[in-house]
């Protein structure tokens, strides 16, 4: 009997951000099983992702323009023929605080962390995605961007502000065959949500447990989000663009 045709995996090269831990790691790794190149961008580096063949570790202040484009150019030996897919994940989440007491530093400081590290990416990498001939951005997005939570409008406002971003590449970055798309995955079990060392492992049979506890599918793992976000990455360039994909439970 023959054997079925196996379907050809991807190669090429991509770019993700915020890959020290969490869900940027495990995008990095699904990334390398697809047969990818990873160019991962941090602040801390990931020795373990480090050790495999298929990616370079780059050290970068991703709100530091020039920063993110001296790490990117770093990694010429792999983006010279372009890159294909990037993943726009880092960014940081100030706690909540109530509406009349939050100074402008803090959705000040929201801004910096989400949506100015996703511009400083989009412009380092855009000559990349050209050279290709295609690509994709993925932006990872969140929820609150909706502004149903006052104590978390900060946050939310910077997020909202990242969408904006994404849907105007999806329309100026059109005519090069650039998608550009978000990913909302809700509450995700990451070791920043669950209050452990940046390189705990989140098991699955926990979360299990959490879920069925409080009779939720809320709570994700980071490795089931990073196929969500790599399984968007690979839209073909006539694919959909400027869309919002939502996996919470909270209306768009």
Sequence with gaps: MPE???????????????????IGAAVAARLL?????????????????????????????????????DAVASAAEV?????????LNAGASPGPRQLA???????????????????????????????????????????LANGYTPERWAYAASKAAMTTLMRACSVDLAEHRIVANEVRPGPVATPMTMGGPPDAEIREEILDAINEGYRTDWL??????????????????NGPTGQIFNYSRKPL
């Design 79 to 87: 983006t010279a023929d372009g890159v294909s897919a990037v993943v």
């Design 4 to 22: 079925p045709e196996q379907t050809p995996r991807p190669t090429g090269t991509a770019v993700v951000s915020g890959t020290s831990s969490g």
């Design 101 to 143: 007491d939050v100074p402008w530093s803090v959705p000040a400081g929201a801004y910096e962390s989400n949506v100015r590290t996703a511009l400083n990416l989009v412009q380092a990498t855009l000559p990349m995605l050209r050279a290709n001939g295609s690509g994709s951005l993925t932006f990872v997005g969140a929820s």
């Design 33 to 69: 099983e697809r047969g990818y190149q990873v160019v991962g961008l941090s602040r801390r580096g990931n020795p373990r992702l480090a050790a495999h063949p298929g990616y370079l570790d780059r050290k970068a202040d991703l709100t530091d323009e020039e920063s993110v484009r």
């Design 220 to 237: 994700k793992s980071a490795r089931r989000v990073a196929e969500w976000i790599v399984s968007i990455a690979e839209f073909p360039p």
